[in-house]
C-alpha cells in the first residue's frame, strides 16, 4: 500500500510542477512580444507591471501557502487547480494595462506560486529516508515542461492566435488536474509518511522543528535564501526578456525555444544525480555547488556572440535549476524539520517569487536606461561572486539542531 502511495504522490508532484509552467516566467516570456504589441508598452513597462503583480503575488503566497499546514493534500490542490484554470482564462482577455497587471498577479499566484509549493511541500512531508530522490523525480516534471512547452508554443503561435492559447491551456487545466489530483492523493492524510525499514530511525524524528517566526529570527536564513534567490532573480530576468537576448545578440527566433530543450535536458541530467547526492551527502554540503554553473553562464553571455553559445549559455542555467529545485525544497525541511514546513515553504517560496519580480525589475530598468546584455551579465556575476563567497564563510554553521 504505500509503496503505491509513495508513487502516487509523486506523480502528484511531477504533474503539478509540469502544470506550475504557466506561471513561471519562462512560459509567459514566450507571450512578451504579442502582449507588448497588443497593449503597445515597452520592454520596461512590461517588466515594472511583471515585477509589480509579481510581487503582490509573493506577498500573498506566504499568507495562502500555510494554509497546506492545515489541510489534506487533495483539498488544498483543488483550491490551487481553480485559480490557475481562471487565471488561464482571465489571461486570454487582457486588453489594458490594469488587466494585465491583474492577469500576471494570478498566474503567478496560482502557477510558480501554489502550484509549486503544492507539489514541493507535499512531497517533501511525506518523504524522509528518500526525500532528495523523490524531489528530484517530482521536479522533473517542470523539466520536461520546459523541454516542450517552448518549441511546441512557438510552433502554435504561427497559427493560433495567442489569447486563443491560454483559453485551452484553462479548459486543460480544469478537465485533467481534478482527475489527477483525486486519483493520486485522494487518501493522503497531514500526518501520512514514508514506510522506512523498521531498524531505520529518521534523523528527522530528533532535529528541533522550527516554527516560521524562529526561522526569521535565524541568521542562516538569510544567508541561505541570498543562495537561493539568485536563480529565479537572474533566470527570471532572462526568460521575460529572451526577445531582447535574440535582438542583441542577432539569434534567429527559435534559437532561445531551441536552447530551452538544451536546458531541460541538463535540469533532468542534474536532477537525476542531485536526488541521489542529497540522499549521500545532505543537502547543506552541496548548497555551495548550486550557483556555479549559474555563473559560468553569465560569463558565456558575456563574451560570446555565436547562436551556438545560446545553447550553451541555457544549459548551465539548467544544471544550476536542476541543483536549485531539489535543493529549495530538502535544505529547509532538513535543517527546520517538517512539522511546520507549510509555513516555511510558503515563506520561501514568497521570497522565491519576490526574487523573480525584483529581477524582472532591474532587467527591464537597466534595458529601458541603455544597458548591453553584455553588461547586465557582469553585473549578474558580481552578485553570484558575493553571495557564494558569503555561504562559503558561513558553511559549517549551516546545520540541523538536535534535541
Not at 53 to 75: C, E, N, P, Q, Y
Not at 136 to 149: D, K, M, N, Q, R
Not at 162 to 188: E, G, H, M, N
Request: aromatic share 16%; charged share 10%.
Amino acid at each position: 500500500m504505500f509503496k503505491n502511495l509513495s508513487l502516487k504522490v509523486i506523480l502528484f508532484g511531477f504533474i503539478f510542477t509540469f502544470f506550475s509552467s504557466f506561471g513561471q516566467s519562462y512560459f509567459i516570456g514566450i507571450f512578451n512580444s504579442s502582449i507588448r504589441a497588443d497593449l503597445s508598452i515597452t520592454h520596461g513597462q512590461f517588466g515594472t507591471i511583471y515585477a509589480s503583480a509579481t510581487l503582490l503575488s509573493s506577498l500573498v503566497l506566504m499568507w495562502i501557502g500555510r494554509k497546506i499546514d492545515d489541510m489534506d493534500a487533495f483539498k488544498f490542490s483543488i483550491f490551487v487547480i481553480l485559480l490557475l484554470s481562471v487565471a488561464c482564462y482571465f489571461f486570454s482577455t487582457i486588453n489594458i494595462i490594469p488587466l494585465l497587471f491583474i492577469g500576471i498577479f494570478l498566474l503567478r499566484l496560482s502557477g510558480q506560486g501554489l502550484m509549486s509549493h503544492t507539489a514541493s511541500t507535499t512531497v517533501s512531508r511525506y518523504f524522509e529516508k528518500t526525500r532528495g530522490k523523490a524531489l528530484s523525480i517530482t521536479w522533473l516534471g517542470l523539466s520536461a515542461a520546459e523541454f516542450i512547452l517552448p518549441v511546441m508554443m512557438v510552433f502554435l503561435l504561427t497559427f493560433i492566435n495567442w489569447r486563443d492559447i491560454w483559453v485551452y491551456l484553462s479548459l486543460l487545466v480544469l478537465i485533467f488536474l481534478p482527475l489527477a489530483s483525486f486519483t493520486l492523493v485522494k487518501q493522503l492524510k497531514l500526518d501520512s509518511r514514508e514506510k522506512s525499514l523498521e531498524n531505520t530511525k529518521s534523523e528527522n524524528l530528533n532535529i528541533k522543528q522550527w516554527t516560521r517566526l524562529e526561522v526569521l529570527k535565524d541568521y542562516r536564513f538569510y544567508i541561505i535564501s541570498l543562495n537561493m534567490l539568485s536563480l529565479p532573480s537572474i533566470a527570471t530576468g532572462v526568460f521575460v526578456y529572451q526577445s531582447f537576448i535574440l535582438t542583441s545578440k542577432n539569434w534567429g527566433p527559435f534559437i532561445m525555444a531551441q536552447s530551452f530543450m538544451v536546458y531541460s535536458v541538463m535540469s533532468v541530467i542534474t536532477l537525476s544525480i542531485s536526488g541521489f547526492l542529497i540522499d549521500k551527502y545532505t543537502s547543506r554540503k552541496l548548497l555551495i555547488y548550486m550557483n556555479i554553473p549559474l555563473f559560468l553562464a553569465a560569463l558565456i553571455l558575456h563574451f560570446f556572440n555565436s547562436p551556438y553559445s545560446s545553447f550553451i549559455f541555457l544549459g548551465l542555467i539548467g544544471v544550476s535549476n536542476g541543483f536549485a529545485n531539489v535543493l529549495g525544497s530538502s535544505t529547509w525541511a532538513e535543517i527546520y524539520g517538517v512539522k511546520y514546513i507549510g509555513g516555511i515553504k510558503a515563506l520561501t517560496s514568497g521570497l522565491m517569487v519576490f526574487a523573480t519580480a525584483l529581477g524582472t525589475a532591474i532587467f527591464g530598468i537597466l534595458i529601458d536606461d541603455g544597458y548591453t546584455i553584455n553588461s547586465i551579465a557582469v553585473f549578474s556575476a558580481i552578485y553570484i561572486v558575493i553571495i557564494v563567497l558569503l555561504l562559503f564563510l558561513y558553511r559549517k554553521k549551516i546545520e540541523p539542531i538536535y534535541i
